[in-house]
Structures are given as C-alpha cells and as structure tokens.
Nanobody
Framework: QVQLVESGGGLVQAGGSLRLSCAAS????????MGWFRQAPGKEREFVAA????????RYADSVKGRFTISRDNARNTEYLQMNSVKPEDTAVYYC?????????????????????WGQGTQVTVSS
C-alpha cells in the first residue's frame, strides 16, 4: 500500500507556470507507475500524464502535450508535474495516482480505473 499527498497547487495567471508534487509513503515507490489526472467542476475526471516506474516511458494527454512535463525522483519518493503556459481550461483539481506494476513492465496507463491509490487532490486555478 502507498499513501499519496499532492502539493503545489494554487492560483496562477494564464501563461504562467506551476509545479505540482506528489509525495509517496509506504511500499516501495519504484513498484508503481504514476499518473496525474484532473477534474474540473461539472466534468468527468480526465487523464493528464503518466510515467513508468523507471521514468523511461511517459504519456501525455493531447491537451497538455508540449506544455506539461511529468517526472519522478525514486530516491525522494516523489512525482512531479511541471505546468508551463497554463490556460484557464487547465483549472481543475489535480490528483496523483499510483498503479502497482511488476519490474518487467516499464509502461504506463491513461485509464484511471487501473490506478489503485489516489491522493486527496490539489486545486489549480488559472486566471485569464
């Protein structure tokens, strides 16, 4: 089992930058592929980005490709989401999530149901 705590959310102007962090505790962090999802008011939760346990495989939603960067530091048990050139439509609660994987699987998933562990979320608000 792993516990996840997000931080770094807040209010930012359009065109600005923000970095989200997700600190993990519990079972070995490198046993998990990690993801970021978001949910805006009145909308379904959607995939943002994912990274494999080794960090070698990454996937992004088309809406954030080229603007957001996902990364992880297994020594610090932390995942990051660097958000650049943010837009008002990026406003949402952002959640980090963990998917247990075998070491032989260095892939990712953009399906929320495949992630067993979730953080409590951090609010990101982008003003125009």
């Amino acid at each position: 089992q792993v516990q996840l705590v997000e931080s770094g959310g807040g209010l930012v102007q359009a065109g600005g930058s923000l970095r989200l962090s997700c600190a993990a505790s519990g079972r070995s962090f490198s046993s998990y592929a990690m993801g970021w999802f978001r949910q805006a008011p009145g909308k379904e939760r959607e995939f943002v980005a994912a990274i494999s346990w080794s960090g070698s495989t990454k996937r992004y939603a088309d809406s954030v490709k080229g603007r957001f960067t996902i990364s992880r530091d297994n020594a610090r048990n932390t995942e990051y989401l660097q958000m650049n050139s943010v837009k008002p439509e990026d406003t949402a609660v952002y959640y980090c999530a963990a998917m247990s994987v075998r070491v032989a699987y260095d892939g990712v998933s953009d399906v929320g149901k495949q992630y067993r562990y979730w953080g409590q979320g951090t609010q990101v608000t982008v003003s125009s």
